[in-house]
């Protein structure tokens, strides 16, 4: 019979573990051969993979742990089987690992896909304990069991037992791409029903996301039907290879890039709005007027996008032309002087009703951008509008309603969850463990940077390889020489489209 283990034993394993690893990052443990170095990089994968086994059943026994309130009010845990998740399970987690909601949210799924395998015949069976094990002997990184789980995400117990028995040969030996493969050959085999409707659904659910990334420049995340994906590149392509010709840029990757944003921009009217923002401590005094040249001095500035933690670098010539007009001092928005907050200092937009105001809900969105809650990145034209202090304790104003998602407004009202929303705007978060965390408005008032004072270095400049050119060596072959079979009518369509899609009239967009 196995001897229970309990949260004070985990902690004492991973104490002894930290010890006995402490070693080899002694510089006195460098003498070695490579063939040994090799095998201690295996055996420390080796612990790294069952250590990761291990905190996925830690994280499915905490998102098993509901609150209830008895009827004297007393709060006590009540844990539920193996498999069930706690609605603020994820936003505890991402407390205790210091990571977003969303990645959050995905780490509990991901732990109860793999370590939460049930009796056969339950709703929590999954057919995936044997890959949790493997992780557990060392055997599986918890990348690549995390390329397998998700292939066979809500196949049945029975066909994921017959994929893991058919992995059995090569999951220690291929990488995550390879088992992903070799996962949807044996699905097509074992059950093509399910592979087609997985694609299906996939197809359903194609989206496209944005974030910014580096300073300057923004991500674009997209997954698109195949065909509508084949007939856009070709337009792209095309352009490209254009801009590629004519010297507008000097790599075919940045060429797609920007005949991607030319196409799309080329059939679109676009609105660009610029605000004047005046700290707090000003708002009194009569501001200058002041010109756009003057606003955005330098090449590169700063600006205050729509969503939060996203002031973005902008070229100094766009932001001229967004601005045609002086901005005058009237009608300026009042900002937090450290925070840069949008602020109403007077609450002249107070309502006494639950319901905020069309013009304070406006501004209480413009100042969070997205959910307040830590880590989330929800954006705030989909939140609810939550009082902090609920109504009618608290006042229906700016100082006391913040942007909340659904889950994170609801998790809110959660038991030994407590959320404080501060003058300046920054907002305090405790969770039921007693963990604290703050987030921040969006910094409406901050100084523009970057000024082009003519000394900087010249960036460098990577050596330019076939991949550069207009056509890579890989492009070129496959443009000219399309292989046969099953993939010759996607290339054939590509090609057609490159040759045939019109391209944009007029000087591209700025």
């Excluded at 605000?275 to 009194?284: M, N, Q």
């Excluded at 997205?370 to 990145?377: A, L, T, V």
């Excluded at 405790?430 to 965390?437: K, Y």
Aim: with cysteine; aromatic share 4%; charged share 25%.
């Amino acid at each position: 019979m196995a001897a229970l283990c309990t949260p004070g034993d985990v902690a004492a394993a991973a104490h002894v573990a930290r010890e006995a690893v402490a070693a080899v990052m002694e510089p006195a443990s460098a003498v070695g051969s490579v063939g040994e170095w090799a095998e201690a990089v295996g055996e420390l994968q080796s612990l790294a993979n069952t250590v990761a086994a291990a905190q996925d059943a830690a994280v499915v026994r905490l998102a098993a742990i509901e609150p209830e309130v008895l009827d004297d009010g007393e709060v006590v845990e009540t844990h539920r089987a193996l498999g069930h998740v706690a609605l603020d399970a994820a936003a505890v987690l991402s407390g205790v690992l210091t990571v977003s909601a969303v990645h959050a949210e995905r780490r509990v799924q991901a732990a109860v896909r793999r370590a939460a395998d049930g009796p056969d015949g339950t709703e929590t069976c999954t057919g995936l304990g044997r890959l949790h094990a493997a992780m557990g002997a060392g055997r599986v990184d918890a990348y690549r069991a995390g390329v397998v789980a998700e292939e066979l995400e809500e196949c049945r117990a029975e066909v994921a037992r017959a994929v893991l028995d058919a992995l059995e040969p090569h999951v220690e030996r291929e990488d995550g791409p390879r088992l992903r493969q070799r996962v949807r050959r044996v699905l097509a085999a074992i059950s093509p029903d399910f592979l087609r409707a997985k694609a299906a659904r996939a197809r359903s659910e194609s989206s496209l996301q944005r974030w910014v990334e580096q300073p300057g420049v923004d991500t674009w995340h997209g997954t698109f039907p195949s065909e509508e994906a084949c007939a856009a590149w070709g337009a792209i392509d095309a352009l490209a290879q254009t801009y590629v010709r004519d010297g507008v840029c000097e790599r075919i990757d940045r060429a797609r890039a920007k005949a991607l944003t030319d196409l799309v921009t080329g059939n679109a009217t676009v609105d660009v709005q610029v605000h004047l923002t005046t700290p707090a401590a000003r708002a009194a005094t009569t501001a200058e007027p002041r010109t756009g040249d003057e606003r955005a001095a330098g090449d590169l500035v700063e600006v205050a996008s729509a969503r939060a933690s996203e002031p973005v670098l902008v070229e100094r010539g766009w932001l001229q032309r967004a601005v045609t007009e002086p901005w005058p001092a009237a009608g300026a928005h009042v900002t937090d002087a450290v925070t840069g907050a949008l602020l109403d200092p007077h609450e002249e937009l107070a309502s006494h009703g639950y319901r905020p105001g069309s013009r304070l809900a406006a501004l209480v969105r413009a100042r969070d951008g997205h959910c307040r809650f830590p880590g989330c990145h929800v954006a705030a034209r989909f939140c609810d509008l939550d009082h902090v202090t609920p109504w009618p304790a608290g006042p229906t104003s700016a100082s006391n309603l913040t942007c909340l998602c659904r889950r994170h407004h609801r998790v809110k009202q959660r038991p030994g969850w407590r959320a404080v929303l501060h003058p300046d705007a920054t907002m305090t978060w405790t969770d039921p463990t007693g963990r604290t965390r703050t987030t921040t408005p969006t910094d409406h008032a901050r100084a523009l940077v970057l000024p082009d004072r003519g000394d900087d270095p010249a960036p460098a400049r990577r050596a330019r390889g076939p991949q550069d050119q207009p056509h890579s060596v890989l492009e070129h072959h496959s443009e000219h020489h399309p292989p046969p079979g099953r993939y010759h009518l996607e290339y054939h369509h590509a090609h057609h489209r490159r040759r045939h899609a019109p391209l944009p009239t007029g000087p591209p967009p700025f």
